[in-house]
């Protein structure tokens, strides 16, 4: 039986991949496979949206990526997960959909946040995860920004203390700011894994202060009304947000009217949907799409 107007959405992760299917927060099914190659995983993703939509109408799916992509034309960047360079997305996922959207994790996260957790309402807001690496979706205006590719915001360079010698751990640029908090960052820096780190390890107030620099740098620059932190990292200390929220306000020095320590707490606030704001953001993807038709 072809039930009434449900909509598909795909989530790929560097470890896992999820592909669901439902209408607004309902999930009324999902399916999960290991992250291999691409012509395996999408090829296993592809049969059962196929096996979906003979068993429902499906207007539209969201996917959402791990990148770098390409957001516009579809495919993977050149990236260092072996075999996934350059891998064409939408072309096996999109088949047999009459409308597509693609983007990235991150963007998806906050998509999913905007809707049902803890962006609900807004508008202007930044999701960003602190886990393995650190990645944000910006939505503005309502909209995800994509601009060449997408934001890469998880590289910026932030302000460091001069007593900060640690050297960082990007491969590609050192102590940007994911190469100062990512999880294996954390661990560099202190020898051993960031989970195992009490709440007083000197290593967390190292964190907080580059989430802190960057996180003011981004209230000036994107005036967002809320940033959302999830990841492993951004949710797995307590400790943390507080003095991450300390750190933005006195390097805003009082500048930003609306980001001050009366609001700093509505302002920098966790995630709220946890493991399901990836799949439920795909869901947003792709129901927005119908609202544009
Ligand atoms: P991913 O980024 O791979 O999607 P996560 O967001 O779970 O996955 O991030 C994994 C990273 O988070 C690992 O580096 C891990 O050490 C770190 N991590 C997980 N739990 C905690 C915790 N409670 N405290 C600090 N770091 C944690
Ligand atoms: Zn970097």
Redesign the pocket.
């Known amino acids: 039986m072809v039930s009434e107007a449900m909509v598909a959405g795909v989530e790929l992760?560097?470890?896992k991949s999820i592909a669901v299917v439902g209408r607004g927060r309902d999930i009324i099914d999902r399916f999960r496979v290991p992250t291999t190659t691409p012509a395996e995983t999408l090829g296993v993703l592809s049969d059962k949206l196929a096996e979906w939509r003979r068993e429902h109408r499906l207007a539209a799916i969201g996917i959402a990526s791990f990148g770098p992509i390409a957001v516009a034309e579809g495919h993977m960047l050149p990236t260092p997960k072996p075999h996934w360079a350059g891998a064409d997305i939408v072309g096996p996922l999109g088949q047999g959909f009459d409308r597509v959207a693609f983007h990235t994790?991150v963007t998806g996260a906050a998509l999913g946040e905007g809707r049902y957790g803890a962006a609900t309402g807004l508008s202007d807001f930044l999701y960003v995860?602190?886990?393995?690496?650190v990645?944000m979706g910006i939505i503005a205006g309502g909209r995800p920004v994509t601009g060449m590719m997408h934001p890469e915001a998880g590289h910026i360079r932030v302000r460091r203390r001069s007593d900060d010698g640690f050297v960082g751990a990007c491969p590609f640029h050192g102590d940007c700011l994911e190469g100062l908090v990512?999880?294996?960052a954390?661990?560099a820096r202190a020898g051993k894994?960031?989970?195992?780190?009490t709440a007083e390890d000197p290593a967390w107030r190292d964190v907080a202060d580059a989430l802190g620099e960057a996180f003011a740098t981004l209230f000036l620059t994107l005036s967002p009304a809320r940033i959302i932190v999830?990841?492993?990292?951004?949710?797995?200390?307590p400790q943390l947000l507080p003095m991450v929220r300390e750190r933005v306000v006195a390097a805003l020095g009082g500048y930003l009217g609306f980001v001050d320590a009366q609001s700093i707490d509505e302002r920098i606030v966790p995630a709220g949907l946890g493991e399901e704001a990836g799949p439920l953001g795909t869901l947003v993807m792709a129901e927005d799409l119908l609202g544009d038709a």
């Open positions: 992760g560097g470890t994790d995860t602190v886990g393995t690496g990645g990512s999880g294996p954390i661990a894994p960031a989970h195992l780190l999830g990841g492993g990292v951004g949710l797995g200390q």
